[in-house]
């Protein structure tokens, strides 16, 4: 399979815990991007990446929030102290350049109970 | 501020009919706009995209039309199947920016 990879695909977490989610975008793919889907609304940009600099953040991205792409190649989200407002759906998209088509990934649904 | 305004909300629409989901944006520099598709449990799809510098695309049923001086854009799925149903993004995004804005999206129901 050479889409965009995330992974876990579910996860229920307590209140107060950190989660860390990975994504493995397309090979070959510089361009990476973090959005969170809440249930009945669009995707929302968190972050994105080209190669390994992080160049964009959205002011969604609070401190709990931060993100990572060590070389490059996969990237991993992390939530700190997780809240109940953080439950959502974690897209990761990958892209070859600017403006062309962004592929997604099947995402990671967080649950905080 | 929601910058990509989509309507409506939810679509019921017959085997072999024309769905149409219509956007609005605000944003004079937004300078391409995707639509997605996404299915339950799935990430979203690209569907079709268009650039402001035509007012029609079209790729098989799809067509979006557009228009710059109104700051709309529209989906247009001709002959609608079953198998459409699903929920559509518009979103935009402009130069200089990776950051793709989507409207609140529309469930499409197409019934056999």
């Known amino acids: 399979d050479t889409g965009v990879s995330q992974n876990p695909r579910h996860k229920i977490t307590k209140r107060g815990q950190n989660v860390t989610f990975r994504c493995d975008p397309i090979s070959e793919h510089n361009r990476l991007y973090w959005y969170r889907q809440t249930l009945g609304q669009g995707p929302e940009f968190l972050t994105y990446f080209q190669n390994e600099a992080q160049l964009e953040k959205s002011r969604l991205l609070s401190d709990r929030f931060s993100a990572e792409r060590p070389k490059g190649s996969f990237s991993t989200l992390e939530i700190q102290r997780t809240e109940q407002g953080d439950s959502a759906m974690y897209l990761c998209?990958?892209?070859?350049?600017?403006?062309?088509?962004?592929?997604f990934g099947q995402g990671t649904r967080l649950t905080v109970v | 501020q929601q910058q990509v305004k989509q309507s409506p909300q939810s679509l019921i629409v017959q085997k072999g009919g024309i769905s149409i989901i219509n956007c609005a944006y605000e944003n004079t520099a937004f300078d391409y706009f995707p639509w997605y598709q996404q299915f339950p449990g799935k990430g979203p799809a690209l569907l079709i995209a268009i650039r402001p510098d035509v007012s029609e695309k079209k790729e098989g049923r799809f067509t979006i039309s557009f228009n710059k001086s109104a700051k709309q854009f529209s989906l247009h799925i001709m002959d609608s199947q079953p198998g459409d149903s699903a929920t559509y993004f518009c979103?935009?995004?402009?130069?200089?920016?990776?950051?793709?804005?989507f409207g609140k999206g529309t469930k499409l129901t197409v019934n056999p």
């Open positions: 998209a990958s892209s070859p350049q600017v403006n062309t088509e962004a592929f």
């Open positions: 979103a935009a995004t402009q130069g200089g920016s990776e950051k793709l804005v």
